[in-house]
């Protein structure tokens, strides 16, 4: 029987999260499996993976073939460099406790590589934060200074309105004031 260690589709439609499993190759993807070695799941930032190292591991040592979005998954997680490891071991390139060092040097560069990207995506976020806060304190400035200006071009004009009305209305008195000339017959 060929063993796969490939992903098993959950969620719902557009939002899909995977189970890793070693399965016959012959079953149905999301079908029958033989053990959950754990998810993964690509919709967080970054992608969230939770892989129980050891069984992966020994799948992996029994022969067993990762597709190849697992075979990165697994890479990423080191499981692919601590196959590697071991099998110098068993050639007899280096002792184990020199493969354990070999292993641990990788996982703690790994952990600083994680660090800095997860500081660089935050620094990221805030600095993306602060120019649209920016961009829209300078849009709401154009909009109260534009507001300002249909304010004052409102009260000129009805300032204007209104001595043109002073005007009028001081005119029609002295109109009124002024004698009407008897008319003649």
Known sequence: MAVKIRLARHGKKGYAFYHIVAADSRAPRDGKFI?????????????????????????LQKGAQPTDTCRAILSY????Y????????AKGAFTEAEAEARFNKWLEAKAAKIEA??????TDAKSAE???LAAEAKIKEERAAAIAEKKAAAEAAAREAAAEAAAETAEAPAEEAAPEAPAAE
């Open 117 to 122: 990207k997860t500081n660089k995506l935050s």
């Open 130 to 132: 602060k120019a649209r």
């Open 77 to 80: 997680k080191g499981v692919m």
């Open 82 to 89: 601590k196959k590697h490891l071991l099998g110098g071991v």
């Open 35 to 59: 053990e959950k070695l754990g998810t993964y799941n690509p919709n967080t930032n970054p992608a969230t993976i939770d892989l129980d190292f050891v069984k992966a591991l020994d799948w």
